[in-house]
């Protein structure tokens, strides 16, 4: 059981947007700590989608956004495609343990 | 451009350890960076096992790490891996990765491409 909860599983038809959400709490998310998101498609490793909060590595489509309000993080997912199908994780590293710490992961379904 | 790459037995009987490596190429693992271990178990998430730093300080996660011991080894370029006393939960694909910047833990910018263990008598 993570400390950051995720929906199980979302969907979208394409060419809608789709949110995700991570939610912490005043210890994690709250306290000021930065997430990460990964997408890992079916059978491979995952892969990073958005660090620092926000921040897309070069080569992510500006399609893939993430924020971060209060003790969640969301991942919004705009002009969905059918490759987007795949499993969606939030991490954050807890400094004062020392800890990695991840999401339990969502499922999108690209209707 | 760096890749990691898993090794080892894909089959641990029970009680025994674990062991694997990740062999590093395109980079030096003695020049910086949090290398990490994380793992899935079949049908499940990510659980981050542990990291260590190129120094050899090592972070574990408090749920493994009675049973963990991670060990860098910069002649080799490559860090690896042991987990003790196995059961069947233990059962997953292990990862290595390489977080974004030098310094960091967590944003694993580069991964290995995994490698399924099986705990089974």
């Known amino acids: 059981q993570s400390v950051l909860t995720q929906p199980p599983s979302v969907s979208g038809a394409p060419g809608q947007r789709v949110t995700i959400s991570c939610t912490g709490s005043?210890?994690?998310?709250?306290?000021?700590?930065?997430v990460q998101w990964y997408q890992q498609l079916p059978g491979t490793a995952p892969k990073l989608l958005i660090y620092?909060?926000?921040n897309r590595p070069s080569g992510v489509p500006d399609r893939f956004s993430g924020s971060k309000s209060g003790t969640s993080a969301s991942l919004a997912i705009a002009g969905l495609q059918a490759e987007d199908e795949a499993d969606y994780y939030c991490?954050?590293?807890?400094?004062?343990?020392?800890?990695?710490?991840f999401g339990g992961g969502t499922k999108l379904t690209v209707l | 451009q760096v890749q990691l790459q898993e090794s080892g037995p894909g089959l641990v009987k029970p009680s025994e350890t674990l062991s694997l490596t990740c062999v590093v190429s395109?980079?030096?693992?003695?020049?910086?960076?949090?290398w990490g271990w994380i793992r899935q178990p079949p049908g499940k998430g990510l659980e981050w096992i542990g990291s260590?730093?190129?120094?050899?300080?090592?972070y574990y996660s408090p749920s493994l790490k009675s049973r963990v011991t991670i060990s860098v080894d910069t002649s080799k370029n490559q860090f690896s891996l042991k987990l003790s006393s196995v059961t069947a939960a233990d059962t997953a694909v292990y990862y290595c990765?390489?977080?974004?910047?030098?310094?960091?833990?967590?944003?694993?910018?580069?991964w290995g491409q995994g490698t399924m263990v099986t705990v089974s008598s």
């Open positions: 260590i730093y190129h120094s050899g300080s090592t």
């Open positions: 990765a390489r977080p974004r910047n030098s310094g960091w833990f967590g944003a694993f910018e580069i």
């Open positions: 005043s210890s994690n998310i709250g306290a000021g700590y930065d």
């Open positions: 620092g909060n926000s």
């Open positions: 991490q954050f590293y807890d400094s004062s343990l020392s800890v990695v710490v």
């Open positions: 395109g980079y030096s693992i003695s020049s910086g960076y949090n």
